[in-house]
């Protein structure tokens, strides 16, 4: 009897045990320390072939990082309550970044840490999923101040400035809840929840911008209100 051949694997499923192997390799070795005979090892294909598929080292980490900042701005988008209010809409948002940068850490590892130390192309590939997310957030709180009345009151540069401020407290908040803080039942140290994380990020910042919606504005004298008062807080 002849020898029965192998099922052959399609090109694209090959493709992506390929970039599944990447993301682990890069996330926990470094794009520097990384090899392809690790990737090829990893992935269960000869070193060859990932350069058949994927041309260099450059050009691999240069899809992954498309791959996963695509799979990440997904899960946002698909999170987010549709018709809801401007901070629900945010607060569902978030819980979907967390519960995805949680879910898959080497992935979030790879575009938060190694992508963005490596110059370009690199930094260029990060840049665009985050403006994606940026731009997301600074429709939500533009929506939030027209919800409150004050759209004249926050002009663009600030509505964006707000949003580029908020985008980065969640990144580091991401961090932080990937990292084992609290001592659990089982003595190991346990994540907090998307939904707390996102609950945090939401009074670190809506409680702020409610005050801003409000027409509330800091300075260095305290709290003044929409009449160039001051705001007295008991």
Known sequence: MGAVKSKRVPRAVREQQMLDAAVLT????????????EIAEAAGVSKPLVYLYLNS????????????????????????EPGATADRQLWSGLRGFFAHTA?????????????????????????????????????????????????GELDEREVAGLAHALVGA????????NLRTDEGPSGEGEHPSAKDTAATMMNFVWAGLGRLME?????????????GRSVARG
Do not use: N
Request: charged share 25%; proline share 3%; hydrophobic share 50%.
């Open 26 to 37: 890069f996330a926990r070795r470094g794009y520097a320390a990384a090899s392809m005979d």
């Open 57 to 80: 080292k450059e050009d691999l980490f240069s899809a992954v990082i498309r791959r996963e900042s695509e799979a990440l701005v997904a899960a946002v988008t698909a999170a987010v």
């Open 103 to 151: 879910e898959y850490p080497d992935s979030w590892a790879v575009l938060h840490q190694q992508a963005r130390t490596h110059g370009e192309p690199f930094v260029r590939e990060v840049a665009v999923v985050r403006g994606e997310i940026v731009a997301f957030v600074t429709g939500l709180i533009g929506a939030a101040a027209k919800e409150a009345g004050c759209v």
């Open 170 to 177: 969640a990144e580091s908040l991401a961090g932080w809840a």
């Open 215 to 227: 027409g509330e504005r800091w300075a260095p004298g305290g709290l003044i209100g929409r009449q």
